[in-house]
């Protein structure tokens, strides 16, 4: 684990104009640079960086963070890959925590496979390249099948030697451990080489790493299987990966769109061609775990497959899995006998594009042309296909959606909707029953079953205070200033400075303030914000802005990230240009003492409204359910409150009538 100390000095040293520079082509515009969004479309510039707060922010999609969260969010790293990212990036000596025995040699052995794949793939490539056999029948197989050699260098193509020790020999010169390599899938349970006489596809995680292999035979013969694959291991499982992301992803966040395939020949062909946001499934099909990868880079996927009986099947049971996640999903089949690969090469980009603009249907469409295709003289195959399009809907999240979509089917049909709707709310049961089923067997597995029967219980935010009525634009304003100026000392109001008093800072008067009100602040990120301020302060230790905008709390981060930043930058040299200078209120960032002053009147404002609303409902009461005195005690804390907030309305400069 990373020590907490060097995280500190990750983040210090890391320069986010530097960090996001890789990736974005960045202009300053004085304090700050701007730049395109990398994760949305977008012809004007939004996206702001700010190196001295080290942090970015988009304008318009919203996104903003640190060097850390921009990398995880434009990479997908994790946090851990993001740290190491960077300290390899600053030459940064990390410092670990310590770790138990166990854990340490399972991070190493994690590491050590990874650098086994990594040589592997090495191994191939220059087997490919460098051999006279991988030269000539190889790396021949795939300029035949019309791949360049850029192509081939982008996704890393290899061959694999017929020799069934070639592989063996180079790991054990190497000094690699055999029981890594078979563990990987690499070796056989005869100790010989799996991968033989293959040309070889590396499979790579999203961050780039060497997941696994697939190996396709060059021989025409039916008792050979045309591809085999890597076996299931610690660092690979099929389900949740992709072919292409590593390569793909940037494209895909760029369109905002996924185009899917099965196979790696249909990427390659069309990254060659120029369509970069294609994945493929492997041949196998699709799972939820590679729906939930394609929803973190994209809103909408394409599924394209092959125009035949089988493609359409498979096309039809990756829906429902891609509805599940949120995504929106259209789909277009190729001419019967087409796939990707073929088509593409053949036909080029330009139509590609075409093609997919003009054949992708809404997933909707897709099925209802199929029903009153097969549908036409057969009854059974259309109440079958009536049914598997109730099943597909009720995976569809947004209830909005799914009741215009159920409309929209029974018009095009000419069903009943009644009995359409009954029979989504079949699917709808029958599919919250296999969920539970399946929460269950969970459950049961991982130990956890409730000996409570029914439903769990709902985790439901409640109000428990009574000062919940005062949680609204105040509340935020108090938050920001803590955020904001917390750190920056208050003037001395004595003129005397023999007995002026030690200076205090913005959060330190905003918790004094506070304290005497005896309130605190009731939206959970807000109170959050202000037991995290108070503890710093506590302890005697300096608050920073940027404390917040690395908090491990999503809802907090975005909040400090939002505050500290702003669309609009002031000049600082504006007062001389146009010669009209701010009579009573300084360049905001300077007004900071003002902006307290007013936050806290109106806040205080906010609580003896609310004080003087429970008072007169209490007043209001009938003579027959409180005591003579208590009516008293009350008259006289109304008056008391009527006298407090006309300070406050004087201080405010209202007019109260």
């Known amino acids: 684990m990373i020590s907490e100390a060097s995280v500190q000095k990750i983040r210090e040293t890391a320069q986010i104009e530097e960090v996001v520079g890789e990736f974005v082509n960045l202009k300053r515009t004085g304090r700050n640079y701007k730049g395109l969004c990398p994760f949305h479309h977008e012809k004007t510039p939004s996206f702001t960086v700010t190196p001295a707060l080290n942090i970015f922010k988009c304008f318009g999609c919203q996104k903003g963070g640190d060097s850390i969260h921009f990398l995880m969010e434009h990479e997908k790293f994790t946090y851990v890959e993001a740290l190491r990212y960077l300290a390899d990036k600053y030459q940064i000596e990390v410092e670990e925590d310590e770790m138990s025995e166990e854990k340490r040699e399972q991070l190493q052995r994690t590491d050590s496979l990874y650098i086994l794949n990594e040589f592997v793939a090495d191994y191939y490539e220059k087997q490919l390249h460098e051999t006279n056999t991988g030269k000539s029948v190889a790396l021949s197989y795939f300029k035949q099948r019309g791949f360049f050699k850029s192509t081939i260098e982008k996704f890393r193509l290899g061959y694999a030697p017929a020799n069934g020790s070639a592989l063996v020999d180079a790991l054990h010169k190497k000094g690699f451990k055999k029981e890594f390599a078979e563990e990987l899938g690499l070796i056989n349970s005869y100790g010989k080489d799996f991968f033989k006489d293959r040309v070889m596809f590396p499979i790579h995680h999203q961050s780039g790493k060497v997941a696994a292999f697939a190996g396709r035979t060059m021989k025409t013969g039916k008792k050979i299987p045309k591809y085999i694959n890597s076996t299931e291991s610690e660092i690979y499982e099929k389900r949740k990966t992709l072919y292409g992301l590593h ?284 037991q995290e301020v108070t503890a710093i302060i506590d302890k005697g230790e300096m608050l920073k802005p940027t404390y917040f905008t690395s908090h491990e709390d999503e809802d907090i981060r975005k909040f400090a990230i939002n505050v500290l930043t702003d669309p609009y930058e002031y000049s600082e040299n504006w007062e001389e240009k146009l010669q009209a200078p701010l009579r009573t209120q300084k360049m905001p960032e ?46 006289r804390m109304q008056q008391q409150l009527i006298e407090i907030r006309k300070e406050l309305d004087n201080e405010l400069r209202r007019v109260v009538l």
Do not use: W
Not at 332 to 339: T, V, Y
Not at 470 to 484: S, V
Not at 595 to 621: N, R
């Open 247 to 530: 390569q793909s992803r940037n494209a895909i966040r760029r369109e905002n769109v996924c185009i899917l395939v099965e196979g790696y020949t249909d990427v390659m062909a069309m990254h060659q061609a120029g369509i970069e946001n294609v994945v493929a499934s492997s041949g196998t099909a699709l799972t939820a775990d590679q729906s939930r990868l394609i929803k973190r880079y994209a809103d909408t996927a394409l599924v394209l497959y092959d125009g035949d009986a089988a493609g359409i099947a498979a096309a039809t049971r990756g829906l429902r899995i891609l509805l599940d996640k949120g995504l929106s999903v259209e789909v277009a089949a190729l001419p019967e006998g087409a796939d990707p690969d073929s088509f593409v090469q053949e036909h080029g980009k330009d139509a590609m594009l075409e093609f997919l603009e003009k054949e992708k249907k809404d997933f909707v469409i897709f099925q209802l042309d199929d029903i009153l295709e097969k549908g036409k003289n057969d009854p059974i195959a259309r109440a079958k296909g009536i049914k598997s399009l109730m099943t597909t809907l009720a995976h569809v999240q947004d209830a909005v959606t799914r009741d215009s979509y159920m409309q929209f089917s029974a018009q095009k049909l000419g069903a009943s909707e009644e009995v359409l709707y009954q029979e989504l709310q079949k699917s709808l049961e029958q599919m919250s029953q296999e969920r539970e089923r399946e929460r269950k067997s969970m459950a049961r597995r991982e130990g956890l079953v409730s000996t409570m029967e029914g439903e769990p219980i709902s985790k439901i935010e409640q109000e428990t205070r009574t000062e919940a009525a005062i949680k609204d634009i105040r509340e935020r304003e108090i938050a920001r200033l803590l955020i904001q100026h917390g750190h920056k000392m208050l003037e001395s109001s004595d003129e005397d400075e023999d007995e002026a008093e030690e200076p205090i800072s913005v959060a330190e008067n905003i918790i004094i303030e506070l304290e005497e009100l005896e309130i605190g602040l009731a939206d959970p990120t807000y109170s959050s914000i202000l």
């Open 590 to 635: 300077e007004n900071f003492e003002q902006d307290m002053k007013q936050v806290l009147l109106h806040f205080k404002h906010k609580v003896i409204e609310y004080q003087m609303k429970v008072v007169k409902e209490k007043l209001s009461e009938s003579i027959e359910e409180r005591k003579e005195q208590d009516t008293d005690k009350y008259i």
